[in-house]
């Protein structure tokens, strides 16, 4: 016999969740339903997760195969999205909006400056550097865009995989795992006392 893959304790919730649809399949359901004390419910309940690592060596190809692309994934996740790419990427996201700010502020301060001292040349020129760092900000919004959507999109890829992979050691753990344990102990009987 193949020694079980033992669950990691992140993977204990996904176990659970598996568990709980599993006791919510018609079948199952409806041998619990005999039973009005919920004593059957408990001790399937208490035996899938005393038995989680014999339960999931069912579908421990799938399990491996989604350990092994967390893993890689966790490897290859920088610890920033820009990290290795220079600084031109945080660059073109950060402008837009350190631009936005400061002629926001500037804009404000030239028009308060103007109405306490109307015939003053600081008022006017805050205010056209304010216009100046919005036409900036508005100029460089597209290029924080791209750079935003250059980031996540390898990201993204690879959540797409890591959650499909997920997804197939779910069902591999319902189908061949969870239903064939319940099944098998919904009709055995409690052990006395």
Not at 99 to 112: E, I
Not at 158 to 174: C, F, G, I, K, V
């Amino acid at each position: 016999m193949v020694a079980p893959l033992p669950l990691r304790p992140e993977d204990r919730p996904d176990f659970e969740a598996v568990l709980r649809l599993a006791l919510d399949t018609p079948d199952i359901r409806s041998a619990l339903r005999s039973d009005p004390t919920g004593r059957t419910a408990r001790r399937l309940r208490a035996g899938a997760l005393a038995h989680a690592d014999e339960i999931a060596a069912a579908a421990r190809h799938e399990y491996r195969g989604y350990l092994a692309l967390r893993a890689a994934a966790r490897r290859q996740a920088p610890p920033h999205p820009w990290a290795g790419a220079g600084p031109l990427p945080a660059l073109a996201v950060l402008t837009p909006s350190i631009a936005g700010a400061s002629a926001a502020a500037l804009l404000l301060l030239g028009q308060v400056l103007r109405l306490t001292v109307p015939d003053g040349p600081t008022a006017a020129s805050l205010i056209t550097a304010g216009w100046v760092l919005g036409l900036i900000a508005a100029l460089s919004a597209p290029a924080a865009l791209v750079a935003a959507l250059r980031g996540r999109g390898a990201s993204a890829a690879t959540a797409a995989r890591l959650e499909e992979a997920r997804l197939t050691w779910h069902r591999a753990l319902l189908s061949h795992g969870m239903l064939p344990h319940l099944r098998r102990y919904t009709h055995a009987e409690p052990p006395a006392g």
